[in-house]
DNA sequence: ATGCTAATGCAACTAAAGTTGTGTTAGGGT
DNA sequence: ACCCTAACACAACTTTAGTTGCATTAGCAT
C-alpha cells in the first residue's frame, strides 16, 4: 500500500470499487456484517485481488477511512467560544452518523488492537481533539472560558456523552443535549 | 434457555464451563478473537453441545452477562451527591475494565443489533443510568445540585467521557479526572 | 508500435466454521 | 431399584473463509 508502482487507471478503479463496496456493505449490516468475500462479490473484483492487496477487513477500513481523511471535520474560529464548541459537537454528531465511522470505531474496540488500527485511532483522535482544544484555548484567552479548565478535559466532556448517546445508547443526539454539554463543559 | 427442564448436575456445569472459558477467552483476545470452537476446546464441553444449546457466540455473551448481573454495581446514597457520583463514576470505570464488559460493548457495536444483544445493552444501560439519576434528584432535594438540570443528563455527562476515555482513546482514567467530570456536571 | 511486468482473474486447493444423524450418559420421576 | 428421556458426545457431513499456482490483462517505459 505504501509503495503503489503501478497507480494507473485500473489499480484506481479496483480501489475505488472495493472501498465503495466496502462502505456500502458497512452501511447496510454493520461491521459485524463485513466480509472479503461479500466486498469481492459486490464490487465484482476477485477475492484473490483484495486478499493480496489488503489482506483483512479491518486493512479495508483503514484504507478508507485515510482516503477520506482530506474530509474531516472543519473546527470554526468566529471568537465566540460557546457557539464554536457548539458547532464543533454538532459536527462530531454528524459524522458519527456515517456507518464507516461506527465500522472503524467498532473494529478498534472489538480486535485485540490489530496494531494499525489502533495507530490510525490515536492520530485521528489525538489529531481532533488537539484541534478543538485550540477553540477552547482561545476562549480562555479571551476570558469566556475559566482558565484554570484542561482544555482536553473540556472537550472530551463535549465529544464523550455525545459519543456515548450514539454509539452505546444508541439514540439521536438534539440540539438541546448538545447546549447542555457544551454549557457544562466550559461552566 | 428460557425452559429448562433438567436443571440438574450435568446442565449447570456444562453451562459453569463453557461461560467460564468464554470469558477467560475473552480477557486474554477480545471480542474479536472470540469463536465457540475455540470455547468448546477450552472448556472441554462439545463443540456440537454448545451450538445446539447457544446457536452463536453473542448468545453466550449474553447469558455470560445476564448470570453476572447480580453482582452489578451498587450506587452508593450517603447523602452526599458529590461523594456519591464520585462513587459511582470510578465503579463504572472499574467495570469498564472488566473484559467481558468490553466484549459486550464490542458486540452491541459490531452487529446490526442482532435484537437480543441490543435488547440486553439497553435494558442494562436504562437501570444503570436510572439509579445514577436517582443520586442526582436526591441532591437536587437537598439542594446540592441545581434543580434545573435534567438528572439523566447530568448522568452521561458522567458516565459518556469516562466510556470515551477507556473504550475509544484507551487510555486510564485517573481520580483527578473523574473529579473534573463530577463537578462540571453539576456545575 | 512493441516488450516488460505489475496487477488482476481464474480455478483448484486447504483450513476453519457450522450442521445433522445417531448413539450414549445421567437427571429425575415412578 | 427401575425406566424414561433431556442433555450430551461423537463422527461424518456441508458450508464458508482463506490460500496458492498459473494464465491473462493492461499500465507504462522504450
Same mark, same amino acid.
Do not use: E, P, Q, V
Given at each position: 500500500m505504501s509503495t503503489i508502482t503501478r497507480p494507473g487507471g485500473r489499480t484506481e478503479r479496483t480501489r475505488t470499487a472495493v472501498l465503495g463496496a466496502a462502505f456500502t456493505i458497512t452501511a447496510e449490516v454493520g461491521y459485524g456484517g463485513l466480509s472479503i468475500e461479500a466486498i469481492a462479490e459486490r464490487s465484482g473484483i476477485h477475492k484473490t485481488t483484495i486478499y493480496r492487496r489488503w489482506g483483512s477487513v479491518d486493512a479495508i477500513l483503514f484504507d478508507a477511512i485515510v482516503s477520506r481523511a482530506e474530509s474531516a471535520v472543519l473546527l470554526p474560529s468566529t471568537g465566540d467560544a460557546r457557539a464554536d464548541l457548539n458547532a464543533m459537537a454538532r459536527s462530531v454528531a454528524e459524522n458519527l452518523e456515517d456507518p464507516m465511522s461506527r465500522a472503524v470505531a467498532a473494529a478498534a474496540l472489538s480486535g485485540? /488492537? +490489530? /496494531?494499525s488500527l489502533k495507530e490510525l485511532s490515536d492520530r485521528f483522535w489525538d489529531d481532533r481533539i488537539g484541534k478543538a482544544a485550540e477553540i477552547v484555548k482561545a476562549g480562555q484567552k479571551e476570558g469566556q472560558? +475559566?482558565?484554570?479548565?484542561d482544555p482536553s478535559v473540556v472537550v472530551v466532556e463535549i465529544i464523550g456523552p455525545i459519543w456515548f448517546r450514539v454509539m452505546v445508547l444508541q439514540v439521536l443526539v438534539d440540539r438541546s443535549f448538545i447546549e447542555a454539554l457544551v454549557d457544562g463543559a466550559i461552566r
Open positions: 485485540t /488492537g +490489530d /496494531g472560558i +475559566d482558565a484554570k479548565l
